[in-house]
């Protein structure tokens, strides 16, 4: 297989089929060795993580099937912690999508003056980060997007309101077990100009409370799948 890219949590390489497969690694976002989904870059190693994360995403890109959202997710391998998806093309060089249900971490480190941490995001609330370590992932709006070329206002409409329904529907699942979805990071391509998600949709990468206490990775998996 030809490797395409090496990113912070998995690589990505090349199949004859002409497909993609993820490979999930053990890596992080955080910051002095702690957990934060909101951070751009690794912070820490956990062991397990990256097949947790595989785990978790298969669970949730199952429910999104079963509900008739369309990902690139194909199919996994958890002993091999891969996944097969669709090739898909990033929007510029990478692009971030997160959709807040509830105020907290870079969100009210931001706008604090504004907004207390735990307040309700009523309908939930995206932005939109461009990938870039050295910039510190900023933060880009539509008409910047549309401005620079990196995709069109029916594009961006369209991965707004997939967002907002999948986070929805994300959040729905994770509340039969009680447990409370914050704010959740994903990512967007396009696969014959159709906008699809694509990546992951992770333990690693969301931020979930229960019982008023945020909940590790790797415990935030084991209760996802009933472990």
């Known amino acids: 297989m030809k490797k395409l890219y090496s990113g912070k949590t998995k690589d990505v390489f090349q199949l004859e089929n002409g497909n993609v497969l993820l490979k999930f690694k053990d890596d992080c976002t955080g910051k002095d060795g702690k957990f934060d989904p909101g951070e751009n870059s690794v912070g820490l190693t956990i062991e397990g993580i990256g097949r947790a994360n595989l785990e978790t995403s298969i669970h949730f890109f199952e429910v999104l099937k079963n509900a008739g959202v369309k990902t690139h997710y194909i199919g996994a391998n958890l002993d091999d912690a891969t996944m097969e998806v669709l090739p898909a093309k990033v929007f510029g060089h990478g692009l971030e ?58 594009m961006y409409a369209s991965m707004r309101e997939q967002t907002l329904k999948i986070t929805r529907i994300v959040a729905e699942d994770l509340k039969k077990k009680n447990l409370d979805l914050y704010d959740i990071k994903f990512e967007f391509g396009y696969n014959k100009d159709e906008v699809i998600l694509i990546d992951e949709i992770a333990s690693g990468n969301m931020r979930v409370y229960q019982n008023g206490k945020i909940v590790d990775p790797m415990d935030l998996t084991k209760l996802i799948l009933g472990k």
Do not use: Q, W
């Not at 309908?123 to 510190?136: H, I, Q």
């Open 97 to 154: 999508v997160v959709c807040r249900l509830v105020a907290t971490g870079s969100f009210v480190r931001r706008y604090g003056e504004y907004i207390k941490d735990g307040t309700p995001l009523t309908g939930g609330l995206v932005e939109t980060t461009f990938k870039n370590d050295a910039l510190g992932d900023p933060l880009v709006n539509e008409d910047a997007l549309v401005a620079l070329g990196v995709m069109s206002h029916e």
